[in-house]
């Protein structure tokens, strides 16, 4: 039940921009609004996954365990969106373009490290490789993290001079990682 | 002289009572501003109703300096601005300035001229007849739009206060009002903004003091009641809500150029072989466009402005 409703909630996005973008609802500048809003669902999603094990830890509720695939595998469907709405909207797939954009601009070359590191994380997301795996598994998704830190660098990097929305992420980012450490939450449990 | 320090217009005069009641709104948005942290923030994409009436301009000469291109609309062109004294989002000058009316208005004129003081709107604009220019303007964020304004030559206006020698550049300044500007309680900028220009840009025919646009008075997000429009230069240089005219001996310090030097100059003019850092400036979007299409040199402007930057090196002085 839970599991069907955060699964149906966490496509709502992802409906409400196609139905944006079927009604021509997307605004003076429908390009950047898709890329804007893609990117920062995957940054939420890719939080929100992170958040799961600490908020579990806290409150002693473990239910929400059980959906932390499902919602990293959410948030690489839409870094996957975001990524192919850049390639093929923003850029028109023209390559040259891309390539110059890897090079020279470090959020762009930031954010595409960060796919990279997300691919492998969701090609593994199954049972089957999670048992061929074995300990190799535990070690790999460990690079969720650094897609955390990744995805929150290529936001701070990419606004002009108003760090207020990026900087609210990385605070996010940093407490959750903060809530993972043992001497912190059994300090915050004790109370 | 009553150049400076003499306020003879409260801010509080400027506003109206459409503002104070949008006070509140916008009060209950800056909860909305930090919610937008994880909310979804197409949810404040709406629009704002429009309460003020903006008055017509009939009569309006026609000049050869418009371009044909398709107009941009005017929703689109009045609801995605940027204008961070009122938020650095896309929509928040329309959200919150749109309701916003400026009623009584001076412009102080300063520096090395013959008739400084402090003019009101309708001293600045009663001398000159209006025309409507058809200009693209380029952002430096590479999108783009195409508008029909209103307004005269700045260099009709800038001969009335007769510069002297000493005058080699022109300062603008912009109002600061955090009561009415809201995104001036941030430091995103340092306030006021500030722009400027050569005399020889400044007193280019191109460079238009805008009161209009569409055919109607300027919407308050649009840099009401009185703005320049630079159409070679990037977005930035056409300055809003002008209240400080000075001529000054050096190049004056600008806020785009002081907030991060590296990435914008004092030229800014649109240039699609210098890049941006964060921005190839080789293509451009017109609003309403889902395509791109290439970026001129000057905007398309060069057989009227290359000559000003005759021998410079474009790339340093960009
Ligand atoms: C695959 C490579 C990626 C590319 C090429 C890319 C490209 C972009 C571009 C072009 C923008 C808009 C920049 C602007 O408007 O100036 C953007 C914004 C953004 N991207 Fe990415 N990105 C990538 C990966 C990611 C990933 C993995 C995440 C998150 C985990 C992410 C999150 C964001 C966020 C949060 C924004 C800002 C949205 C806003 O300003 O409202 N991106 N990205």
Redesign the pocket.
Same mark, same amino acid.
């Given at each position: 039940m839970l599991k069907v409703a955060i699964f149906l909630l966490s496509l709502t996005p992802a409906g409400w921009l196609a139905w944006l973008t079927l009604n021509d609802q997307l605004g003076a500048n429908p390009v950047?609004m898709l890329? $804007?809003?893609s990117?920062?669902w995957? #940054?939420r999603l #890719?939080l929100i996954t992170l958040a799961i094990t600490p908020l579990c830890t806290l409150s002693g509720w473990h239910a929400p365990r059980r959906l932390r695939r499902m919602l990293g595998l959410y948030?690489f469907f839409y870094?996957l969106l $975001? =990524?192919l709405i %850049? =390639?093929i909207l @923003?850029r028109g797939l023209y390559f040259a373009d891309i390539w110059e @954009? /890897?090079i020279e601009r470090p %959020? /762009?070359t930031v954010?595409?490290a960060?796919?990279l590191l =997300?691919l492998p994380l969701a090609i593994t997301s199954n049972n089957y490789m999670m048992k061929r795996m074995g300990r190799a598994w535990k070690t790999l998704h460990q690079l969720v993290y650094l897609?955390?830190l990744?995805?929150v660098l $290529? %936001?701070m990097w =990419?606004?002009k001079a108003d760090l207020l929305?990026?900087g609210g %992420?990385l605070f996010i980012f940093l407490l959750l990682m903060l809530l993972r450490f043992k001497p912190f939450t059994t300090l915050i449990r004790r109370r | 002289m009553l150049i400076k320090n003499s306020p003879d217009i409260k801010p509080s005069e400027i506003t109206n009572e459409s503002h104070y009641l949008n006070r509140r709104s916008l009060l209950q948005s800056a909860g909305f501003m930090a919610g937008g942290l994880l909310l979804p923030?197409f949810f404040g994409h709406q629009k704002a109703e429009a309460s003020v009436t903006l008055e017509s301009y009939p009569n309006l000469k026609a000049s050869h300096f418009s371009t044909d291109e398709k107009i941009t609309t005017y929703d689109n062109a009045t609801s995605y601005c940027n204008f961070y004294e009122f938020g650095t989002g896309k929509s928040d000058p329309s959200q919150y300035a749109s309701k916003v009316k400026p009623k009584k208005w001076a412009v102080t004129v300063a520096g090395a001229c013959d008739k400084p003081g402090q003019y009101t709107l309708e001293d600045i604009l009663k001398p000159h007849a209006l025309e409507e220019r058809i200009y693209r303007l380029r952002c430096v964020?590479t999108w783009s739009m195409v508008v029909p304004w209103v307004g005269f030559p700045l260099v009709d206006l800038l001969k009335r206060f007769q510069p002297n020698s000493r005058a080699k550049y022109v300062r603008f300044e912009t109002l600061h009002d955090p009561d009415l500007m809201p995104g001036q309680n941030r430091n995103t900028l340092d306030w006021p903004y500030v722009e400027g220009l050569h005399i020889d840009e400044a007193t280019n025919p191109l460079a238009l003091v805008t009161i209009g646009m569409y055919g109607k008075e300027l919407p308050m997000q649009n840099g009401a009641p009185i703005r320049l429009v630079i159409p070679w230069k990037y977005g930035f240089k056409s300055i809003k809500s002008i209240v400080k005219i000075e001529f000054v001996e050096k190049q004056p310090k600008t806020s785009w150029n002081l907030s991060a030097p590296r990435e914008y100059g004092f030229y800014a003019n649109v240039n699609p072989t210098v890049s941006h850092p964060?921005?190839s400036q080789s293509k451009e979007r017109r609003l309403g466009a889902w395509g791109k299409q290439k970026t001129l040199p000057f905007n398309g402007y060069a057989d009227q402005v290359a000559h000003l930057y005759k021998g410079m090196d474009l790339k340093k002085y960009f």
């Open positions: 950047e890329t $804007h809003q990117g920062l995957a #940054l #890719l948030a870094a $975001h =990524l %850049y =390639l @923003d @954009d /890897i %959020y /762009i954010g595409f960060t796919f =997300l897609c955390g990744g995805g $290529h %936001y =990419l606004v929305n990026p %992420y | 923030s964020e964060r921005w």
